[in-house]
């Protein structure tokens, strides 16, 4: 398992962009493939992004696609979630997530972050 621990979130008004970060400790964080989830009150967790080993592929969410990009820096071991032209429906905890292989559902993941809330003011 490789520690997560999120970074980036805030509150932005509808339109603005915020830039999330997991970071990782170890050194095996490059033969991970790590996720991006989230989850707001009363709902389930939900897949947004995910990447695998290297510099990809990548996949999203169709709730996001178009405005949000997942990528990541081995040598920093960090990967990043870009979100543009945030909505109120994408206000949530956002949490990342580890797994051997790439999985758009949350039970493919044995390693999670404690998340990071992001508010998007309307």
């Known amino acids: 398992q490789v520690p997560l621990v999120e970074s980036g979130g805030g509150l932005v008004q509808a339109g603005g962009s915020l830039i999330l970060s997991c970071a990782a400790s170890?050194?095996?964080?490059?033969?991970?493939?790590i996720a991006w989830f989230r989850q707001a009150p009363g709902t389930e967790r939900e897949f947004v992004a995910s990447i695998g080993l290297s510099d990809g592929p990548t996949y999203y969410a169709d709730t996001v696609k178009g405005r949000f990009a997942i990528s990541r820096d081995n040598a920093k071991n960090t990967v990043y979630l870009q979100m543009n032209s945030l909505k109120p429906d994408d206000t949530a905890v956002y949490y990342c997530a580890a797994s051997r292989l790439i999985w758009t559902t949350p039970h493919g993941y044995d390693t999670w972050g404690q998340g990071t809330q992001v508010t998007v003011s309307s």
């Open positions: 170890g050194r095996t964080f490059s033969t991970y493939a």
